[in-house]
């Protein structure tokens, strides 16, 4: 699967932003779905996960209340809602795919887990 993100720019702190993500292929409802971030001099970090049931989604503790990931199964596509965002939500946002049926691994948060990647989005929370 192909994976093109989209939706960053700058907000500042408090504000809101909406990521997509559209995949591109065949049977995207039995990939879980993924975001993680990269800040500048840091690691790529695990931010949520999704499978195609509802609810199995997991989100790490830094983002939970406040981010909200979701997927259009029929467009193929992965959203992440962020809500009261601050500036160490600064990063590139990456959307990530591992073909799971059966969802084990929404709550892997391990990068090495997924096999497809999109090429990022920057996201800039000024405060």
């Known amino acids: 699967v192909q994976l093109q993100a989209s939706g960053g720019g700058l907000v500042q702190a408090g504000g809101s932003l909406r990521l997509s993500c559209a995949a591109s292929?065949?049977?995207?409802?039995?990939?879980?779905m993924a975001w993680f971030r990269q800040a500048p001099g840091k690691e790529r970090e695990f931010v949520a996960a999704i499978g195609w049931r509802a609810g199995n989604i997991y989100y790490a503790d830094s983002v939970k209340g406040r981010f909200t990931i979701s997927r259009d199964n029929a467009e193929n596509t992965v959203y992440l809602q962020m809500n009261s965002l601050k500036p160490e939500d600064t990063a590139v946002y990456y959307c990530?795919?591992?073909?799971?049926?059966?969802?084990?691994?929404?709550?892997?948060?391990?990068?090495?887990?997924?096999?497809?990647w999109g090429q990022g989005t920057q996201v800039t929370v000024s405060s």
């Open positions: 990530a795919a591992k073909r799971d049926y059966y969802g084990d691994y929404v709550s892997s948060g391990r990068s090495s887990d997924f096999d497809s």
């Open positions: 292929g065949r049977s995207f409802s039995r990939y879980v």
